[in-house]
């Protein structure tokens, strides 16, 4: 008996633009577990409608909700942002939500990975993530878009594609046995390359320092344009971070892409090194099933978890003396789409930022 082929974007010419490319929109999830977010969430709220708010100077945003938020969300929201009724068990939706990639027909599909919370039972964040496990399918069901499901264990803050065949990924994070302890680097390879239709992954060897998600790449660097890539910095040899970038940046500014071009790599120089404070924490709900979090704690801050819209970038600030450097740099990177800076640092101390809080949808036409 032979084996019925299992359909794979690859197979039916589906591929996954890069985030520069043009958006249909993008969506978020709503933030509320106390053992992530501090006081109630109520201050990550906060911060959460402001990246909506500011996204939706650009584009449509829906946030999806859980019911018992419904009320409280949408009264924080405004009007022209969607809210919708979705549980999760927490608000990555970079991570949890479908990575959506888009047919010769322009049609959309979604890719739905499997999601074991950044390490399952070995290393992982909370127990359970049940909920989060089913947000992809419930995502692509509301935007009425077509489901692949993807035998890896992964998250979608792990890569970076520049929509033209190249992916940049950590090994960290992508050969870490507590995601895909059954599969190698070459079948690792081979599952992306079925699924985004993508050609050539570059490996990279560490994401940021105390990055809780086990060196996500989208804290680390990502494409500004094809052949471009911008990393996160340190000038000072004593900072953890700065070998991990250095070896990023020797690797990249030596790779070629999928269409052999050499890699421009920009440095964008990281904020200060900060730590969760102790009236931080005291806020969080003591909880024995999520990683606890405790004051003094390194937060893996970093100008590279930006989000990009049409027309616009979404980017973290930290009231960081470096905050406006890296706000002009990403203003000459991004020629003809408007900065606009959040206070970010409640995101942060739950672990990511803008990038892995929102998740594009994209149009599938060209860049506007
Ligand atoms: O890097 C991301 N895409 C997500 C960060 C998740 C942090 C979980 N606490």
Redesign the pocket.
């Known amino acids: 008996m032979t084996a019925t082929p299992v359909n794979t974007p690859r197979l039916d010419g589906y591929r996954m633009p890069a985030e520069f490319e043009a958006h249909r929109g993008c969506w978020m999830l709503w933030p509320k577990r106390g053992d992530?977010w501090r006081l109630g969430a109520k201050p990550a709220q906060a911060a959460f409608a402001e990246v909506a708010r500011a996204i939706r100077q650009f584009e449509p945003v829906t946030v999806g909700v859980d019911r018992d938020q419904w009320e409280n969300a949408r009264a924080v929201l405004p009007d022209e942002i969607r809210v919708v009724e979705i549980s999760s068990d927490?608000a990555?939706i970079?991570?949890t939500g479908p990575t959506f990639v888009v047919g010769p027909d322009h049609r959309l599909r979604g890719v739905d990975w499997q999601f074991n919370a950044?390490g399952g039972l070995n290393g992982g964040?909370y127990f359970p993530w049940s909920r989060d496990s089913l947000v992809a399918g419930k995502v692509l069901a509301i935007e009425g878009a077509g489901r692949y499901r993807a035998p890896l264990v992964m998250?979608?803050?792990s890569f970076h594609v520049d929509g033209q065949g190249t992916l940049i990924t950590t090994k960290e994070c992508l050969l870490n046995p507590n995601r895909n302890p059954g599969l190698d680097r070459l079948q690792i390879e081979a599952c992306l390359k079925d699924y985004l239709n993508i050609e050539k992954v570059i490996w990279i060897d560490k994401g940021v320092y105390q990055?809780?998600?086990d060196g996500?790449v989208?804290?680390l660097c990502c494409f500004t344009a094809p052949g471009e890539v911008l990393l996160t910095w340190t000038d000072d040899p004593g900072d953890p971070q700065y070998e991990r970038s250095r070896k990023a940046f020797d690797l990249l500014s030596t790779a070629t892409d999928a269409r052999g071009r050499r890699l421009t790599v920009h440095r964008i120089h990281q904020p200060e090194p900060m730590a969760a404070t102790p009236d931080e924490c005291r806020g969080l709900d003591v909880s024995e099933t999520a990683k606890p979090r405790r004051a003094g704690d390194r937060l893996a801050a970093s100008y590279v978890?930006f989000y990009i819209a049409n027309g616009g970038i979404v980017m973290p600030l930290f009231d960081d003396p470096r905050d406006r450097d890296a706000a002009d740099l990403l203003a000459r990177l991004f020629p003809g789409r408007n900065i606009v800076g959040v206070k970010s640092r409640e995101i942060l101390l739950?672990?990511?930022n803008i990038?892995?809080i929102t998740q594009q949808v994209p149009s599938g036409g060209n860049r506007p």
Request: charged share 30%; glycine share 22%; proline share 0%.
């Open positions: 992530t927490d990555w970079r991570d950044w964040l998250e979608g803050g990055d809780e998600t996500h989208d804290n978890n739950g672990g990511g990038h892995c």
